[in-house]
């Protein structure tokens, strides 16, 4: 049976007397008497150490030669509500008196104020804008047929008159004419368009057209008298060339004409002019006689019609 001793409780041999650990005279003792040794209880938590609380600052204000306080802030606060904002505070600590703005501290606002809520709702007053003067003599707008609105009666300005003919005249006569009062028509109003715009190429895009005019129907009479097949072959392809050569110059000479006169009568002689592109492709020198006899009526009217 082992034994344990009873002062340190080392295991000990039945035959020891003496303890091998601390020489002590052993006594038996049960084992379940003695104890294991246990590891050192844990040193308890720190217990925190609550500072005592920090003085408050007690205010001294000066007022009307006399010095009031001690006080707490909040206090002085509430004073300074009726005293100006310069007045002199202090407290321990501070190097001298000093405003109570210097000092950091702000009279304590007012109450904001609510202004009374009527008790019906207050109409704006009427207002009524006074009516634009209008002068007699004012012209009244009016549209033109392919124009901006412009005024019915416009000063007239000096400038050279228009081709004047009715386009319905215009149009009876080249048909009868088999195109030759047309193509005349047409260097008539290019040489009016040259008068008023002097950097109009119309003039000699008209002369190329009416060149190559020329030249293909000599050819084509040329053509007729040729038997070599190849020859004629080579004069149908300078047909064809020609071709594309007038159609080309005329656009060119017809839409420059439309610019000028759109230029001139918006600038210098404005009248709101506005001239269609479809309208100009398709009825070029009627479509300008058109309107060369309505800027002539207006010259010498002073109506647009």
Same mark, same amino acid.
């Given at each position: 049976?082992?034994?344990?001793?009873?002062?340190?409780?080392?295991?000990?041999?039945?035959?020891?007397?003496?303890?091998?650990?601390?020489?002590?005279?052993? &006594? *038996?003792?049960?084992?379940?008497?003695?104890?294991?040794?246990?590891?050192?209880?844990?040193?308890?938590?720190?217990?925190?150490?609550?500072?005592?609380?920090?003085?408050?600052?007690?205010?001294?204000?000066?007022?009307?030669?006399?010095?009031?306080?001690?006080?707490?802030?909040?206090?002085?606060? &509430? *004073?300074?509500?009726?005293?100006?904002p =310069?007045?002199?505070?202090?407290?321990?600590?501070?190097?001298?008196?000093?405003?109570?703005? =210097?000092?950091?501290?702000?009279?304590?606002?007012?109450?904001?104020?609510?202004?009374?809520?009527?008790?019906?709702?207050i109409?704006?007053?009427?207002?009524?804008?006074?009516?634009?003067?209008?002068?007699p003599? *004012?012209?009244?707008?009016?549209?033109?047929?392919?124009?901006?609105?412009?005024?019915? =009666?416009?000063?007239?300005?000096?400038?050279?008159?228009?081709?004047?003919?009715?386009?319905?005249?215009?149009?009876?006569?080249?048909?009868?004419?088999?195109?030759? &009062?047309?193509?005349?028509?047409?260097?008539?109003q290019?040489?009016?368009?040259?008068?008023?715009?002097?950097?109009?190429?119309?003039?000699?895009?008209?002369?190329?057209?009416?060149?190559?005019?020329?030249?293909?129907?000599?050819?084509?009479?040329?053509?007729?008298?040729?038997?070599?097949?190849?020859?004629?072959?080579?004069?149908?392809?300078?047909?064809?060339?020609?071709?594309?050569?007038?159609?080309? &110059?005329?656009?060119?000479?017809?839409?420059?004409m439309?610019?000028?006169?759109q230029?001139?009568?918006?600038?210098?002689?404005?009248?709101?002019?506005?001239?269609?592109?479809?309208?100009?492709?398709?009825?070029?020198?009627?479509?300008?006689?058109?309107?060369?006899?309505?800027?002539?009526?207006?010259?010498?009217?002073?109506?647009?019609?």
């Open positions: 049976m082992s034994r344990y001793c009873g002062s340190c409780g080392a295991e000990t041999e039945p035959d020891d007397r003496f303890c091998p650990g601390c020489g002590k005279t052993i &006594a *038996a003792v049960p084992p379940a008497s003695v104890p294991p040794p246990s590891t050192p209880p844990a040193s308890p938590a720190p217990v925190p150490v609550s500072l005592p609380p920090k003085p408050e600052v007690q205010w001294h204000y000066a007022t009307g030669g006399k010095t009031q306080g001690p006080m707490s802030e909040s206090t002085l606060q &509430a *004073a300074l509500r009726a005293l100006p =310069d007045t002199l505070v202090w407290h321990e600590g501070l190097s001298g008196w000093k405003s109570a703005l =210097d000092a950091g501290l702000k009279p304590a606002s007012a109450p904001a104020f609510t202004p009374p809520v009527p008790s019906a709702p109409p704006p007053p009427a207002f009524h804008p006074p009516s634009p003067a209008v002068s003599s *004012a012209p009244a707008l009016v549209p033109p047929a392919y124009g901006v609105p412009v005024a019915a =009666d416009i000063p007239v300005q000096s400038g050279p008159m228009p081709p004047n003919m009715p386009w319905v005249v215009v149009l009876i006569l080249t048909w009868i004419t088999g195109g030759l &009062a047309g193509l005349f028509w047409a260097f008539k290019a040489t009016f368009v040259k008068k008023i715009d002097p950097s109009s190429k119309a003039v000699m895009f008209m002369v190329l057209t009416v060149a190559g005019i020329i030249v293909q129907v000599v050819l084509a009479l040329a053509s007729m008298a040729m038997s070599s097949a190849a020859a004629l072959t080579i004069l149908m392809g300078g047909i064809m060339i020609l071709n594309l050569v007038i159609i080309v &110059a005329g656009l060119v000479a017809v839409f420059s439309r610019g000028s006169i230029r001139y009568y918006n600038t210098v002689e404005p009248m709101g002019l506005k001239l269609s592109g479809v309208m100009t492709f398709f009825f070029t020198i009627l479509y300008f006689q058109y309107h060369f006899s309505r800027i002539a009526e207006w010259k010498k009217t002073g109506r647009i019609a």
